[in-house]
């Protein structure tokens, strides 16, 4: 049957919208891409998502109508996907949609509780597409006891195990998280932990040296050399040490981070600083595989997912750190590295319609295996 | 089946759960009440709602939060339901949850759209509960042009039609709204409109003269006498000769109107003013039945219902006004008025369950018959 994934990240680069051919459920699913789309949102309504993101001061009316206005833009994306793949949204079985994050509280404090808040009301895209709407993917996680995310593992371990070898899928948006498979693992085998930091670092020192957002494809770390000071306070860092599960993020690596080694390393050559510290990003996710991935499973291949997979100075140093292993991408797999998100809602929704659960407890640290989202029904 | 229905008002009373036993749909329904209880909402949790709904600066923590704290609570009161029938909450073959209202926009303005927002996740309730809950409901009928809004007139066509007679339902709340069901009216014939105001001014002018929140069972207003010229002065509202489809609110009969009101009357007996008060929302209800129901149908009883049924002066004089028609509470038929919103959210959600409409277009604006609410299942 047909079904479309839809994704919009916190990034807010657009909504990806993907068309795919799914059968069977469960260990038996067989998903094929049909058509892609990233579909731009209005200025007005990113600024709005921003609001609501930094939490600012708002008021309830902003997110009231924000949930039918992304809603809209969501049906658009939903339809533009239909429309370049010739398809009527009327045939397709369901759209999953992931809805966007305005506000995600994976612990407590202060006066709010655990929870996670995703909008683009799933109503307006039933009725506007004419076709069922799962929707709510990371509540009912977070209802037994999980933090909401990561809930790729389910579509990973779908698409990537291997009978014979363990697979480890490295995803590198701001911060590096890997997802293992275990050779011919069932999925409470399968295990996702983050690996420190992604492109965080790396963003950040571009922004305060170079004034760009990211160093495309590299090519300012390629330039550079290691600065061996630099690279041993690096390899003292901690959060290596920590055994998995765990999970960072902007505490630990984010702007403040930066700043004090900035501040420590300003006598340097920039281009040495960038390459060091994409270095260390490197050696992070290969540290966090020789301590807590290699010592158990036999590692044949990683591939490489998010931003940073473009980065080709930083591949060249993960192939360096782990030279008996293929370090390859998306693409050499035969999957489109941009879809990746929203095919993995798609094969998340097509579970929820068969009434069968997608969480991985072991990478979200829920409680228990749960059906994930809620069934919205055109007419 | 067992069914339970959640209902939470503005006025932040409690959370309503009622338990019934459901058979059929749509026209065939049957529909029995088995226990009903209302559960107080904690202090904290009514003060972030109520700021919520104030449309105070905020910021998205707090909705993302108190949407998983009241899914909390909705799941404490439909478990305190079963509990009390003596039922496990695993045996209910649904829990339909209206959630709290934390906005409503149903005409655009400034920078919003026309959207309704209610929140009480629907994830933890299901969890908590471990049966399916459909939630919801407001949204679908937005989404084809309604302003999701009144949706009891699906259940009262379900509960209270008659083969050979008219029946009006008129509810007293805040508004004065009544839903008209035709002598052999399919869901088609069934039309409704708000007639005026209900509590709204009554309640107003005691806070300013008696400094009560209200008058409790028209007591005050059975001790006045009407005050000619105020009479005079209100039976020239214009609302009253506008034709249905029509909707009021606080912008018309809120507390500038009655503040003017009492500054024009101030040198009068205060319980004349209260009793003349009592007897425009009388009039207003009767006249619009004279004006816009009378004409076209043979109306044997209006049933009363919301807080201003509790009000004897109020439905003597209704009845002054009426002579020829019986006026009777939800009581006299049967049924409970406290339970009768959270009943209608159970006929709503077995529609919804059967993938059934049950909004209806000539109440709500709606274009069309739409399948309300989305539904969530449990593990």
Same sequence: chains 1, 2.
Avoid at 44 to 57: G, L, P, S, V, Y
Avoid at 151 to 169: G, H, Q, T
Avoid at 271 to 286: C, G, K, N, V
Avoid at 305 to 315: C, E, F, I, S
Wanted: proline letters at 4%; a negative charge; aromatic letters at 8%.
């Amino acid at each position: 049957m047909l079904a479309i994934g839809l994704m919009s990240g916190t990034s807010l680069d657009g909504i990806d919208a993907v068309l795919c051919e799914v059968t069977g459920f469960g260990e038996n699913t067989k998903i094929r891409q049909i058509s892609f789309c990233t579909c731009e949102i209005p200025l007005n309504i990113k600024e709005k998502i921003r609001r609501c993101c930094a939490n600012e001061k708002i008021t309830t009316d902003l997110i009231c109508s924000l949930n039918f206005e992304l809603g809209e833009q969501f049906a658009l994306a939903a339809l533009s996907v239909c429309h370049k793949a010739g398809i009527n949204s009327k045939d397709v079985a369901f759209i999953a949609s992931h809805g966007q994050t305005i506000y995600h509280i994976p612990h407590a404090y202060g006066d709010c509780v655990p929870s996670t808040l995703q909008i683009g009301e799933s109503a307006i895209i039933a009725q506007r597409c004419q076709c069922p709407v799962i929707s709510n993917f990371r509540v009912k996680d977070m209802a037994v006891g999980g933090e909401g995310a990561p809930l790729v593992p389910y579509s990973e371990f779908i698409l990537y195990r291997k009978e014979d070898e363990a697979v480890a899928l490295q995803n590198i948006g701001g911060i590096g998280n890997v997802t293992v498979l275990p050779a011919g693992c069932t999925i409470d085998n399968v295990y996702a932990f983050d690996t420190g930091p992604g492109n965080m670092i790396i963003d950040e020192a571009m922004r305060k040296l170079y004034r760009k957002s990211y160093d495309e494809n590299g090519l300012i770390a390629s330039k550079g050399r290691i600065i061996e000071n630099l690279k041993d306070e690096l390899m003292k860092h901690s959060y290596l040490n920590l055994k998995p599960p765990k999970t960072t993020g902007r505490e630990m690596f984010g702007e403040p981070f930066t700043d004090e080694l900035l501040k420590c390393y300003q006598g340097e050559n920039k281009e040495d600083i960038i390459a060091t510290l994409t270095w260390f990003t490197a050696y992070s996710i290969a540290e966090s595989y020789r301590k807590f991935v290699l010592p158990n499973h036999q590692l044949s291949e990683v591939i490489l997912g998010g931003g940073g997979a473009h980065n080709a100075t930083l591949k060249k140093m993960i192939e360096n750190e782990l030279p008996n292993i293929k370090i390859l991408t998306q693409e050499d797999k035969g999957y489109s590295s941009d879809a990746k998100e929203a095919i993995a809602f798609v094969i998340l929704g097509n579970e929820t319609m068969h009434q069968h659960f997608s969480n991985v407890p072991n990478a979200t640290g829920a409680k228990q295996k749960v059906i994930l989202g809620n069934i919205t029904y055109p007419n």
